[in-house]
């Protein structure tokens, strides 16, 4: 097993394929994205191809250090048709395909098909966002036996939202890995979970939220436990969106929304977000107050830190003339993953 490894668990969307690609090149290197299809309700074999080259062909482009492709909401009559349309991506890219022990019978032989053929690996994604069930175990147990030894195997535990209700999410973590890490000769194994909350209106009353970094500290927390797999545990989180985000159904074109959005910024133990506006005649001045706030916390990291300082640097100091530099939800998302996968990268061992 190698690690550790940073894998952020993100969606096939245009913000975050472009996060990875404005990453300087030493960043992206030390990455390995979980990716994640949205879900396709109805789409058929017509479409369904279509609609894969779509979402995955931009990020397959900047996942050249490899990575995985999911599609965690496939219906159970896509399955044949969405195995052979990622495949593609696992021959002749660089990720890798995904199952885990609650998918269908179908779905994970397929995965187990295209892993062999591709010669890449298969991704294991165990999700326990609850307690332990000593079953998820068993089903585990039976996958690798049908996988076989000659395919290599990456364990992805995945905990979901992992946020302050969940005091004992490291405890939980270490019974996860230890009944996890025997079933097999694992190549990597990641702790994922997703940090950043949900954002709502509520929360910025005030103009700012601080939200703790309770996977960041799960993490931490199972680095310091003195198991033997410890040293080599890699680090995955949802980046700057909650959990619930992948689930988004896609809506070309749609119009309207909320009126406000979010700048977010990570520091060592906080999640910081700034509320901005997406219309409005105060729009221009409230979005560089936010960005200006940022910049001017004591944990700003400088303009020359990364891709996403920058663009708040330079949406801070922009003119209330003009709105250009300002942004909306998609560029405040890229810049927030900019940041924050930056930072994570530097946060690691070796990093």
């Not at 040293?231 to 749609?254: E, H, M, N, T």
Request: hydrophobic residues 40%; aromatic residues 6%; contains cysteine.
């Amino acid at each position: 097993m190698s690690g550790p490894l940073y894998v952020p668990v993100l969606p096939t969307r245009p913000h975050a394929a472009g996060a990875c690609r404005r990453l300087w090149p030493d960043v992206r290197a030390a990455i390995r994205p979980l990716w994640n299809l949205p879900p396709l309700p109805g789409a058929v074999t017509e479409t369904l191809a279509k609609l894969v080259g779509k979402y995955v062909d931009p990020v397959s482009v900047v996942s050249r250090h490899g990575g995985w492709i999911d599609a965690p909401f496939g219906e159970d009559a896509q399955t044949a048709d969405l195995a052979e349309a990622l495949s593609v991506y696992c021959e002749l890219g660089r990720l890798r395909p995904v199952t885990g022990p609650e998918r269908t019978e179908t779905q994970q032989a397929a995965a187990v098909e295209t892993a062999r053929r591709c010669a890449r690996g298969l991704g294991v994604r165990v999700r326990v966002a609850k307690e332990w069930d000593d079953s998820l175990g068993e089903h585990v147990r039976s996958l690798l036996s049908r996988t076989g030894p000659e395919v290599p195997v990456d364990l992805l535990l995945d905990m979901g939202a992992v946020l302050d209700d969940r005091p004992d999410a490291g405890k939980e973590a270490l019974r996860d890995l230890d009944a996890l890490m025997p079933l097999a000769v694992w190549r990597n194994a990641a702790l994922l979970g997703g940090g950043f909350p949900r954002v709502t209106a509520d929360m910025l009353e005030e103009g700012s939220y601080d939200g703790a970094r309770a996977e960041w500290r799960m993490w931490h927390e199972m680095r310091a436990t003195g198991s033997a797999y410890a040293p080599l545990l890699g680090y995955g989180d949802y980046g700057v969106q909650p959990p619930s985000a992948l689930a988004q159904v896609p809506a070309p074109g749609r119009k309207g929304g909320p009126s406000w959005g979010v700048l977010r910024y990570t520091t060592d133990s906080s999640y910081l977000l700034f509320k901005t506006l997406a219309r409005g005649p105060d729009r221009i001045a409230v979005n560089r107050s936010a960005a200006r706030r940022i910049v001017e916390l004591p944990e700003f990291r400088g303009a020359g830190a990364g891709q996403g300082e920058e663009w708040l640097s330079d949406c801070a100091d922009g003119p209330l003339s003009t709105g250009e530099g300002v942004g909306g939800p998609t560029e405040w998302l890229r810049a927030g993953n900019l940041q924050h996968m930056t930072y994570v990268v530097r946060s690691l061992p070796g990093g």
